[in-house]
C-alpha cells in the first residue's frame, strides 16, 4: 500500500509537470496569433470555427463558442459562428459544407449571419484546433469565474425562439398535469463512450443517489429529473429512486455504442433528432433547481448556464479517468 502510494504521488507530480510544460508550449505559440489579431482586429468579424476529431455534442461547441466570443471582445472583433465548414454531428448528409448547423438552433451572437460576414471580405478566421480551444480558456483563467461566465454564456449562447417553444412542450409533456408547478432534482451521470475514451470517471450510482434523496427533501423537490443516455445507469437509477417521482426525456436509450457516443445517437436518431433531444437534455436540467452528478460536459456548463444559479449544485469531481 505505501508503495502504491509513493508512486502515484510520483505519477501526479509527472502529470502537473507535462500539464505545465504544455502550457508554456502552447501559450508560447498562440500568443503569436494572438498578436497579430491585436494589431489588424478592430471592427473585423471573427469566425468562429472547430474542427471536432472526438464527435463532439453541445456542450463542446456551446464552450468554443462562448470563450471565442469572449476573446473576439477582447481584440474588438464581432463574432460569427461558422458550423458549416467542419463536418459536426449534427449534420444530415445533404447538409454538409451548405447550411450553418448553428443557425438552425441557435442565434448567433452578434445577429450577424455568416455569409453576411463573408461577403463584407472584412474578417478573421478563428484557428479551429482543439489547441487554440484550450488556448483561449487558460490565457486569462483567473478571469473566468462562474459569475463571469454566467454573465457571458447568457449573453452570447441563445436559442432560438422556436426551439425554445419546442423545448418548454416537451417539459410539460414529462411532468404530470396535477403539478405544473414543478421543482426538479437534477441527476446527470455519463457511461458508454466514456468509459472507453479516457473521460472523467463518474461516481458510484450508489453515491449519487445518497446525495439525490438527501438534498430533495432538504430543497422541496417535487421530482428527479434523471439524465444519461447509458441504460445500465438508467436502470440503476430507477430502482433505487421512488418511480412515481422520477421524470425524464430519452434517458438510457443506449445500451452499446462502438466508437463516439455522438456518432452513435446521430446515425440512428438522425442529425436533427440528436441535436433537439441533447438540447432538450440541456434545457430541462437548466429548469432544476437543484443539480447532482459526476463531471461531464453538460455538467460543467451548467455551473454557469443557469440564471440564476442552482439553489444546490455539486458535481462530483473524482479527479480520475478511465
Not at 459526476?294 to 456548463?301: F, N, P, S
Request: proline share 3%; with cysteine.
Amino acid at each position: 500500500m505505501g508503495i502504491k502510494h509513493a508512486i502515484g504521488k510520483v505519477l501526479k507530480k509527472w502529470d502537473r509537470f507535462y500539464a505545465a510544460q504544455y502550457r508554456m508550449e502552447i501559450q508560447k505559440k498562440h500568443r503569436k496569433l494572438e498578436q497579430r489579431h491585436t494589431n489588424r482586429s478592430r471592427g473585423r468579424y471573427y469566425i468562429i470555427r472547430y474542427e471536432a476529431l472526438q464527435a463532439c455534442g453541445w456542450t463542446v461547441y456551446e464552450r468554443v463558442v462562448l470563450y471565442n466570443c469572449i476573446y473576439a471582445a477582447d481584440h474588438h472583433m464581432i463574432p460569427v459562428v461558422d458550423m458549416k465548414t467542419y463536418r459536426n454531428i449534427y449534420q444530415e448528409e445533404e447538409e454538409v459544407e451548405k447550411i450553418n448547423i448553428w443557425d438552425k438552433y441557435y442565434l448567433q451572437p452578434a445577429g450577424v449571419s455568416l455569409e453576411e460576414a463573408i461577403n463584407t471580405g472584412n474578417y478573421i478566421l478563428s484557428d479551429p484546433s482543439q489547441e487554440w480551444f484550450n488556448y483561449i480558456r487558460m490565457r486569462t483563467a483567473k478571469r473566468f469565474t462562474e459569475d463571469f461566465l454566467r454573465a457571458q454564456y447568457n449573453k452570447y449562447i441563445r436559442l432560438r425562439p422556436e426551439i425554445i417553444r419546442i423545448c418548454e412542450n416537451r417539459l410539460s409533456s414529462i411532468i404530470p398535469a396535477e403539478n405544473p408547478h414543478k421543482r426538479l432534482l437534477g441527476v446527470c451521470l455519463r457511461g458508454t463512450d466514456y468509459i472507453k475514451y479516457h473521460h472523467a470517471v463518474q461516481p458510484e450510482v450508489t453515491d449519487i443517489v445518497r446525495l439525490a434523496q438527501t438534498k430533495f427533501g432538504e430543497y422541496q423537490c417535487d421530482y428527479y429529473f434523471i439524465s444519461t443516455e447509458d441504460y445500465m445507469i438508467f436502470e440503476a437509477l430507477k430502482k433505487a429512486l421512488p418511480l412515481d417521482k422520477v421524470v425524464t426525456y430519452n434517458a438510457g436509450n443506449v445500451k452499446e455504442a462502438d466508437g463516439f457516443i455522438g456518432e452513435y445517437l446521430s446515425k440512428t436518431a438522425g442529425a436533427h433528432n440528436a441535436a433537439l433531444d441533447y438540447i432538450t437534455t440541456l434545457y430541462i436540467l437548466n429548469k432544476c433547481c437543484c443539480l447532482v452528478g459526476g463531471l461531464c460536459g453538460a455538467t460543467i456548463v451548467a455551473k454557469y448556464r443557469r440564471n440564476p444559479p442552482y439553489e444546490y449544485i455539486n458535481i462530483i469531481d473524482l479527479n480520475k479517468h478511465y
